[in-house]
């Protein structure tokens, strides 16, 4: 690039010589340095001292000159600088945030659409094979940097709020069975033994993932047997019974570490895990169990008690939920109930000497006497 050159007239310049275009530059009256292109240098000379006279009466000066593009990838970085603060989910918004930056981050903000944004996700969507989640997991960070460049007047509007939000399947249940349990357990067992307690408090008290990797000691309460989680994903304290199955996980955890800090850490590195993808999918694929994730071990919690005559409003306080919508997708596990109240209506016999029609006059004949 040619460097700008200076005028023999104060606050006017040339950015590129080469075109011989003319700029100008001054203070406004709260000191800020505003640059405006101006063309020749006689119309720079007039437009210059044009907008010194303003700034000497303190009027308001006119917003025509162009503000410098700003990048997506400076929006990405408040997002991450914000997820940071804010967020539980910095660490995996980490790679996101990368990826988006790849992806959009040389583009100019302002001028990204909706379409230009959601084509190249839903590509990479199909790419990976991601969950509904996943899509919008991306979305939302896009989104939120529009948000925050809106709020800081980087940019004017957000277009990443237009992008189709995916529907997730909520209603989807997938538990593991006691055999493939057996098989998933015996491969664990045999290839990541460190992680095999990992597995018996997931599916003996149906946290949250982020919830349990997330668990430190001081959440631990021995004597009333309980872990106290002060933050969910609701942003709600829970309250979580312990059985005698994730009480002994925890003690045996509890032994091989120091008992200080986070509850599962790196047996290598003494670092807290983040979570078990590391071990857990291929210990899955190992094992041969077809689409299941880890949020399916809260899915077999919440089964099993359904399957045991647990009722839902019960399955529902221990999962956290707010209101039955979300825990009735268990209710079909436990027919017995229903079958056996619709079995208390008494068909009527058309055999019998006295219909029912019948009775039911006699009974109305006995209430008007």
Known sequence: MKERRESKYRGIFEKDPEFGICWIRYFDQFGKKRREKAGSKSVAIKLYGKRKQL??????LPENFRKPSVKFSQLL???????KRNKRSYKTDVPRIASLKEWFG?????????????????????????????????RSLMSLSYRL????????????????HRRKDNDRVRFLSEE??????????????????ELDVAINTGIRKGSQYGLSWDMVDW???????????????????????AIAALKDVHARGGGKGRVFQSEKTGEPLENGRHWFDDAV???????????????????????????????????????LTMTRRYALLRPNKV???????????PRSETSQDEVSGSAAQVVVQ
């Open 223 to 245: 004597g009333s047997r309980m872990l106290d989680i002060p933050r969910t994903k609701d942003e709600e304290v829970i309250h979580v019974p312990l059985n005698d199955a």
């Open 55 to 60: 700034v000497l009466e303190g009027k308001k």
């Open 285 to 323: 694929i190992e094992a041969g169990s077809k689409n299941f994730r880890w949020h399916d071990l809260r899915h077999t919690f919440a089964s099993r008690l359904r399957m045991e005559g647990t009722p839902l409003e019960d399955i529902a306080d221990l999962l956290g939920h707010k209101s």
């Open 149 to 164: 460049g809106v709020l800081n007047s980087k940019v004017p509007s957000n277009p990443a709020r237009s992008v189709t």
């Open 77 to 83: 970085d408040d997002a991450l600088a914000y997820s």
């Open 339 to 349: 079958h056996a109240v619709v079995s208390l209506l008494k068909p009527c016999d």
């Open 180 to 197: 493939e349990e057996k098989k998933l357990r015996k491969v664990i067992e045999a290839e990541w033994p460190s992680h095999v307690r």
């Open 106 to 138: 040389a583009h100019p903000a302002e001028e990204l659409t909706p379409k230009e944004i959601e084509s190249p996700l839903v590509r990479m969507a199909e790419k990976g094979k991601w969950a509904p989640s996943t899509f919008n997991h991306y």
